[in-house]
């Protein structure tokens, strides 16, 4: 039997499960970030392959996964400048302890 | 089963490309630097391991292996064993797409990826990870500054890397390296649309210069403030590891230099005379240093010999164009040529100039190389769509 | 300026609340704040003398309140008598404010002395300036307060604190009395203005015995105030206050407000039936005036010798006033204030520079303080009676009419006379002539600032006298005068008597204590039995303890136990009955009230900590919803 | 037949150290972790004919991305956080979420029938992507640029020590 465009989505499900998973347990806020990013690639490998499978002949999919990308790229560097921030300010970057706003 | 043939393939040019790095890059490269810098301190260097210390850096090598594995207390030991392997695979992977030279009709090339020099720059920039990994796991103040600094600066350098790759790229109109050295047939990247090949060559050349590390950008393993920066804990062969990778990466950008911007293997198609005239001021220029007696002088031995290969070159040229047969010589001699001048380029600045300081060093990148990368681009391409 | 008679007791009532913040802030520590509104007051008052002389009379009244729809006024009025003692108040005040300066020199309490001395001055002046029992009786008590806070003034001395104690509550008895009266008045007449009473009184809506009952009562304040028999014992207590507070409240001014209350309210008691409220007072005078003679000739201390001098004179007043010497009284007010004054200031000079009140330990000042010397000599004339010092005049003039109206106060007040000049002359010879006893003294004289009041008051008490001499028409008599009272015309060969009576006691004071001719000693052992008598006082203060002191004491015990065991018995009891309550009602509150409260609070609790879930401020709480939400969704997309 | 073991072991590469990156009490080898998760699936990339985005992928996530992660775990305290408790209270509901919603999407991706076009392998090259990137795609090319530009400057500001 040959890959299919199943194979490829059953993969990237589980990835963007897992990345789910990362984000939904996480404390540090850098993880959390990494979940996304797991889950950003796991899109990825969707438009990727529905491109590959659906629609040969176009390209359509890669340039939304480089838009995708890049716009992963953006969200990691001012996620990260936010993290930095929070550090800063409150000397942690646990998500559950930055609770400044609640009272 | 064409995917087990793939795989033996796959296998057997790891290995041949990793003897190569071993033997060629590391040893070689390393018996070079110590050679060369003895030269430029008016010193011998290695001289009496084999035949002028060429066996020097084997034994070296011999020393490390017998050397016990130190791993620091409190160290992370699965990240700190495997960061200078990820650096050393990083700086094998480089060699994928350098093409050496043809034979025939078929290019010497592990892999002719349709975007090649993407991906060179993209295993370049591996390595920081492993840099940034050992430094990590070393548990020592002064790895980790090392490591920190590393990847500040690879960061901030593989922009102007890239711009200069994507010039080269626009001007060749493909990504490939096999693409690009055939580009050249007609005209040296480095001298087309002058002269901002030369400006882009610069670019790319200082960035490569950062990217691995060397001087006057080795602030990540200065020895003189961070005893060795991230590979200040590791010992024998992993230690060994880390330099390979170094040199590996150090000469694959060379290697990426020769490509891009002198034309890889071709062969500089130059009229007879010239290569005569060359020939002829060579010789003289040795004789007239042989006679005068300056040749005992130790510090001019490397420049005489340099010019007396040189000038057999431009002899052995002469006669071959005069015999009308082309190409004069195999293509790898002209590839490796072009390469270890570039390498030999490298080591003079490193034994020549000073260290930067760290802001002067981001100043550089993000101040410096950047506009004049992307100014170069915008120039350039105009320059191309007009004259097309 | 008559209608603004009225700033004169503010003037002093302003400075008073001055010191009081102001304190060591103020000009010259208070002196000056309090010197300068009595000059001011004094001027205002010579204005206001001038106008009264020219004729002029004010009474003004304003409506201060309604009790049994009957208009309760106040207000004030200016008179011949209201000028006169405006005048003695305010000039020898300021007299004596200044001398202050001096006698206080260094006292830690120096700016409270001038606020008190200057509230004293603000509601003495009130008193006299009043229309009206209301008002009067303000200024009354006030100046009680105030001779209660000026006596205790040094209040370290425990004879201090117990005589301003003793001054205030033995007045206090004395007030009650006139209270009454006043009361009795009010209720008969429905008015306290002094105008719509005596119009009562004239027209017979208020006559009989209830008049004169009311006109005693009256009479009782005055006694209280002036020091009179049976209320005298707080005078010479009185004496444990600074000199020149004695001056101005004990012998100028406070103690002539009783004097002033009757011949104010003269009508009142002239028209009692067969005038027998001034019966009583004239015999109360007359007894007041022979005895404290008496006590004042075997007293040592030189103030208490003044004390006594104090009350008999105020006894001669009392006397004047009850045998119809209405002008006479007045008159021996005025030059009274005036002699006295300077006799108490020139002790207090004395004191100051012997720091003992003991004439016994003195002798020879005359030489060391002539200015003080010569003064008292001054003083002491004028007191004895001797022409044409201004004592004389107006005792002359008492004795006078006392001779017209009854032989048996005459005789009393010739002795009480006798006396006078003889202890008077007693203390100045021990003081000022002679040699210094005291080996741990070292007098001097007194500063300026002290010797020259002396010196304007000797003036005074010299001259004062003339206003009520026989020449030019007498023009005291025509000034303050009540009809159906008119004194008797001067008599010279009664006059000479008079003088030799006073003359009398001086010589005699001169053969025992300057010359030792009949040494003191014989005299006592001839007087035995009345000597040991006047020693005691007359067991006044003892009778006092045995009639009042020791049964009230006693009955403040029996109530104490009854106190203890009966009141509050009943008190505790009540309290524990409503302890017992408030237990039963603590359950109540504990498992009823709190209970219902703790449930509503038990519920917002929990409601809010399940609607908690809703906005956790954690974004991973939010994502794990819609996660979830995202799980239905495809389910349900499955499912369909 | 190879391209199936090729596939197998990418989605290996992929998915185990991505398992780690959730679950390692240690943060610096979760960032770590991603490396192989990044080249896993560059890799698929690569199966799929997708060379530049492969490329860029490398470039992006493993060249830049992780290594900014590094970068902020080692400048906060995250680099020496071995000891600290990584995961917080809802990991049993998360982890319930995540296998459900994994079941049901693979339920719903197996039970969908795909028309799958040509699987003769298509040859992408780098100069149709760019040209569909200035083409047709130019508005979203541009806008991601602008994007691109916006949280450069707000990146910078935001993490900006000021004075």
């Known amino acids: ?103 | 089963m064409a995917w087990l043939t793939e795989i033996l393939k796959a296998v057997l040019l790891t290995l041949v490309l990793f003897t190569y790095l071993a033997v060629v890059t590391a040893m070689f490269g390393v018996y070079l630097e110590r050679k060369i810098s003895g030269w430029i301190q008016a010193r011998l260097g290695p001289k009496h391991v084999g035949p002028q210390g060429l066996l020097q850096t084997i034994a070296d090598t011999v020393k490390l292996l017998q050397k016990e594995h130190i791993t620091p207390r409190q160290a992370d030991v699965l990240i700190f064993n495997a960061a200078p392997i990820m650096v050393a695979v990083a700086g094998l992977l480089d060699w994928v797409v350098i093409p050496f030279g043809r034979l025939g009709d078929r290019v010497l090339v592990v892999r002719d990826i349709n975007i090649g020099v993407l991906y060179f720059s993209a295993m370049a920039s591996l390595t920081v990870i492993g840099i940034l990994a050992g430094g990590w796991a070393s548990n020592n103040k002064y790895a980790l500054l090392g490591g920190l600094r590393a990847a500040s600066q690879m960061v901030s350098y593989e922009i102007p890397l890239a711009l200069g790759i994507l010039w080269v790229a626009m001007v060749a109109g493909t990504l490939s390296t096999v693409g690009i050295v055939e580009a050249q047939r007609g005209l040296w990247f480095i001298f087309s649309v002058p002269p901002f090949g030369v400006l882009a060559a610069v670019t790319f050349l200082t960035a490569a210069t950062a990217e691995v590390n060397r001087v006057p950008f080795d602030l990540p393993e200065a020895e003189s403030e961070l005893v060795a920066g991230y590979f200040a804990e590791y010992t024998g062969m992993r230690f060994a590891l880390f330099q390979l990778g170094e040199y590996a990466e150090a000469f694959a950008m060379a290697a990426l230099a020769a490509i891009m911007f002198l034309g890889g293997w071709l062969e500089p198609n130059l009229p007879a005379w010239l290569w005569l005239t060359l020939g002829i001021a060579g010789v003289f220029v040795v004789v007239l240093l042989v006679v005068s007696g300056a040749a005992r002088e130790l510090i001019l031995q490397p420049i005489l010999i340099l010019l007396a290969l040189s000038t057999a070159l431009c002899v052995i040229m002469f006669f071959g164009v005069q015999a009308g047969r082309s190409p004069v010589l195999p293509s790898p001699v002209w590839f490796f040529t072009k390469m270890f001048a570039l390498v030999f380029f490298l080591i003079w600045m490193r034994w020549t100039y000073p260290r930067l300081r760290l802001d002067q060093l981001l100043n550089l990148s993000w101040k410096v190389l950047l506009p004049a990368g992307l100014l170069n681009l915008l120039i350039t391409g105009f320059l191309i769509t007009v004259a097309r | 300026m008559l209608p603004y008679a009225w700033i004169i007791p503010v003037l002093p009532f302003i400075g008073f609340w001055w010191i009081i913040f102001a304190g060591r802030r103020a000009p010259g520590q208070g002196a000056y704040v309090a010197i300068g509104a009595m000059i001011g007051a004094a001027v205002l008052s010579v204005a206001a003398f001038i106008e009264v002389l020219r004729g002029a009379r004010y009474d003004t009244s304003l409506v201060w309140a309604t009790v049994l729809n009957r208009p309760l006024e106040v207000g004030f009025q200016v008179d011949p008598l209201t000028s006169v003692m405006l005048l003695i108040v305010t000039v020898v005040g300021s007299l004596i404010f200044v001398y202050s300066i001096g006698y206080m020199q260094g006292d830690p309490r120096y700016p409270r002395f001038f606020a008190y001395m200057s509230l004293f001055a603000s509601s003495m002046l009130l008193l006299v300036l009043s229309n009206n029992f209301l008002s009067l009786y303000a200024g009354w008590e006030l100046v009680g307060l105030c001779s209660y806070l000026l006596i205790g003034f040094w209040f370290e001395r425990p004879a201090a604190a117990r005589a301003s104690m003793k001054a205030f509550v033995t007045t206090r008895v004395g007030d009650f009395f006139m209270f009454l009266g006043i009361l009795l008045i009010f209720v008969q007449l429905g008015t306290l203005n002094f105008d719509g009473i005596f119009a009562g009184v004239e027209t017979g809506r208020f006559a009989g015995g209830l008049l004169t009952l009311a006109a005693v009562l009256v009479f009782g304040g005055a006694v209280g105030k002036s020091a009179q028999v049976p209320l005298h014992v707080w005078l010479p207590d009185a004496m444990e206050g600074p000199t020149p507070v004695s001056a101005l409240i004990h012998a100028a001014t406070m103690v002539a407000a009783g004097v002033y209350l009757v011949a104010r309210t003269y009508p009142l008691f002239f028209g009692t039936p067969g005038h027998e409220a001034l019966t009583v007072v004239a015999y109360i005078g007359g007894i007041t005036a022979i005895m404290a003679a008496t006590i004042g000739v075997v007293q040592d201390d030189i103030k208490r010798v003044m004390a006594y001098s104090t009350i008999s004179q105020l006894g001669y007043m009392m006397m004047g006033l009850g045998v119809l010497g209405f002008t006479a009284g007045v008159f021996h007010l005025m030059t009274h204030a005036f002699f006295k004054a300077l006799l108490f200031l020139a002790a207090g000079s004395v004191i100051h520079a012997m720091h003992t009140n003991d004439i016994k330990q003195m002798g020879g000042l005359g030489k060391i303080m002539p200015y003080t010397y010569v003064t008292t000599v001054i003083g002491g004339l004028a007191l004895a009676g001797i022409p044409p010092f201004a004592g004389f005049w107006s005792k002359d003039e008492i004795l006078l009419e006392a001779y017209h109206h009854d032989q048996v106060l005459f005789a009393l007040g010739a002795a009480g006379a006798f006396l006078t000049a003889f202890y008077v002359f007693r203390m100045i010879i021990y003081t000022f002539t002679g040699t210094l006893r005291s080996h741990n003294a070292h007098p001097h004289e007194s500063p300026r600032v002290m010797t020259v009041p002396l010196m304007i008051l000797a003036f005074f008490s010299t001259v004062i006298g003339l206003v009520g001499a026989p020449w030019w028409d007498n023009p005291f008599h025509h000034f303050v005068r009540f009809e159906g009272a008119e004194g008797a015309a001067f008599d010279l060969a009664f006059a000479l008597r008079s003088t030799g009576i006073a003359a009398l006691g001086v010589l005699s004071a001169l053969v025992v204590y300057h010359w030792r001719l009949v040494s003191a000693a014989s005299l006592r052992s001839a007087f035995g039995p009345l000597y040991t008598a006047v020693v005691h006082k007359y067991y006044w203060d003892e009778l006092y303890q045995f009639a009042v002191i020791r049964p009230v004491v006693w009955a403040a015990r029996q109530l104490r136990t009854f106190d203890v065991y009966v009141i509050d018995g009943v008190v505790n009891a009540i309290g524990a009955g409503f302890v017992g309550l408030a237990r039963l009602y603590r359950v109540f509150d504990l498992y009823v009230v709190d209970g219902l409260v703790n449930v509503v609070a038990w519920t917002a609790k929990t409601t809010g900590g399940v609607l908690r879930y809703v906005q956790t401020g954690r974004p991973q709480n939010y994502l794990l919803v819609i996660a979830l939400g995202v799980i239905a969704l495809v389910v349900v997309g499955v499912i369909r | ?163």
Not at chain 1, 45 to 69: E, S
Not at chain 1, 92 to 101: A, Q
Not at chain 4, 82 to 99: C, D, F, H, K, S
Request: net charge neutral; aromatic share 8%.
């Open chain 4, 1 to 163: 037949m190879g391209e199936l073991a090729a596939f197998i072991i990418l989605s290996c590469v992929t998915l185990i150290p991505a398992v780690v990156v959730v679950t390692s009490g240690n943060i610096v080898r979760s960032a770590l972790s991603l490396v192989p998760t990044f080249l896993g699936v560059t890799g698929l990339y690569i199966l799929l004919h997708a060379e530049f985005v492969a490329g860029i992928q490398i470039l992006i996530y493993a060249g830049a991305i992780t290594v900014l992660l590094l970068f902020v775990i080692m400048l906060t305290a995250g680099g020496t956080g071995t000891r600290i408790r990584q995961v917080n209270e809802q990991v049993p509901l998360g982890a319930m979420a995540a296998v459900w919603l994994g079941f049901l999407i693979l339920l719903v991706i197996f039970r969908t029938p795909w028309q799958s076009a040509a699987t003769a392998a298509p040859q992408y090259n780098i100069a149709s992507v760019g040209t569909a990137f200035l083409t047709d795609y130019v508005l979203i090319f541009e806008v991601t640029s602008l994007v691109l530009l916006v949280s450069l400057i707000g990146a910078i500001i935001i993490a900006r020590r000021e004075e």
């Open chain 1, 1 to 103: 039997m040959h890959v299919g465009l199943t194979h490829y989505l059953a993969v990237s499900t589980m990835l963007f499960c897992i990345g789910l998973y990362g984000v939904l347990t996480r404390r540090n806020a850098v993880a959390i970030l990494m979940g996304i990013e797991l889950m950003l690639n796991a899109s990825n490998i969707n438009l990727v392959a529905f491109n590959r499978y659906v629609a040969p002949g176009a390209v359509g999919g890669q340039t939304f996964a480089l838009v995708i990308i890049t716009l992963a790229a953006c969200e990691a560097a001012v996620g990260l400048a936010l993290v930095m921030a929070a550090y800063r300010s409150l000397e942690t970057i646990h998500v559950d302890e930055i609770n400044v706003m609640k009272w």
